[in-house]
Each structure stands twice: as C-alpha cells, then as structure tokens.
C-alpha cells in the first residue's frame, strides 16, 4: 500500500515524480493552483495542453478523469491535469471519487512512484473540504496503488485540518 502523507504547502516545489492539477475541462488553464502551476512549468505547459485531443469540442478532459502532459520547468517529471466538479453538480461525489481515481490509474500506467494531489474541487469549484477529503482519502484505500507516496499538499489550514482528520479516520 502506499503510504499517504499530507503537508501544507505549495504543489509547484513538490519533489515527486507526479504533480496533479486540479484541470477545468478545457486545460487550457486557470486560476488557483492550475495558475500556479502554469506559471512554475513555464509556456510550454500550456503549448502542450493544447495539443492534447478534443474530446469533444473545448473539452479535452471530462470532468471526472484525467489526462497527462509532462512537468516542463516543475521538479516533477509529469502533470497530470484531474478535473474535478462543481461541488452543485450532479453526482459531485463520484465524480470527485473519479478524478482521483483516473489520476491514480493514469499515474500507476506511467510508472510513477511518487505522486502530489492538490485538493481538487475545493477552491472555486465549492467542494467543502470537510466533506472533500475522505473522499480522497477512501480512494487512496480502495485498492492496492503500485505507488509509494500520494501525498496531498494543502494550500491552507482548513483543508489540511480536514485531510488530516480523514486520514485519522475521523473526519
Ligand atoms: P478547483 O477549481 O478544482 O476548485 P482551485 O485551484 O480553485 O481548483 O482550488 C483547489 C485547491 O487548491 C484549493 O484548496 C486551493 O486553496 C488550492 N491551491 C491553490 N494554489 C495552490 C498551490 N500552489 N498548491 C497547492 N494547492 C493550491
């Protein structure tokens, strides 16, 4: 089983071999910590988001799964970009449950050993973070990830606090 840590702090220095971005369905980046990662990859990030397909027109990522572009300037190798749903939506949960799964499975395909997770949907896409994180965390445990570390990196107190009462298996 890999081993789940969670730290405060910020996705883009992370030194691991996955970074995840919480995506909008285009990719072709935003605000939050997509912006940040952007701006830490550099331009070629978003050159590269572009060439990934269209799925269907404007959306080269439905919501709920995830697609990969390497890391470019970021200390990790690859960015693999997860889109989460507005917390209103319908069927938010499993969708939320989805994204983090496709992440994993797109991670575990790639050989990576290493992998960071923002809180996904829990900025302006409304997720609650207290209802977010063992979500996540249940994901993380629902099969035996050929991973050594997801971690999840929180970029404020409250969702670290609710990631770290899920993973105490009290949130
Ligand atoms: P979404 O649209 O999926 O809600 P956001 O980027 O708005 O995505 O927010 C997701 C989470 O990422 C929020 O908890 C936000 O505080 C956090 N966040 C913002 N910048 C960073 C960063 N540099 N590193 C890690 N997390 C970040």
């Known amino acids: 089983m890999p081993h789940i840590t969670i730290v405060r702090g910020d996705i883009t220095v992370q030194r ?63 960015v693999i970009h997860a889109v989460g749903p507005r917390y209103h939506e319908p069927n938010a949960a499993f969708l939320l449950a989805s994204a983090y799964w496709s992440a994993l499975e797109l991670a575990e395909g790639l050989g990576v050993r290493t992998i960071a997770f923002p809180a996904i949907s829990c900025g302006a896409y409304g997720y609650p973070a207290a209802e ?37 298996g009290t949130g």
């Open 16 to 78: 691991v071999d996955a970074i995840v971005n919480a995506a909008n369905e285009s990719c072709l980046g935003g605000g939050g910590v997509d912006g940040a990662i952007h701006r830490a990859a550099g331009p070629e990030l978003l050159q590269a988001c572009r060439r990934l397909p269209e799925q269907r027109p404007g959306v080269r990522c439905p919501t709920g799964k995830a697609v990969v572009t390497p890391g470019f300037l970021l200390p990790a190798r690859y």
């Open 132 to 168: 977010a994180a063992p979500i996540a965390i249940k994901v993380c445990r629902e099969r035996e990830w050929c991973l050594e570390e997801i971690r999840f990196v929180l970029f404020n107190d409250e969702t670290y606090e609710a990631f770290e009462r899920a993973l105490a």
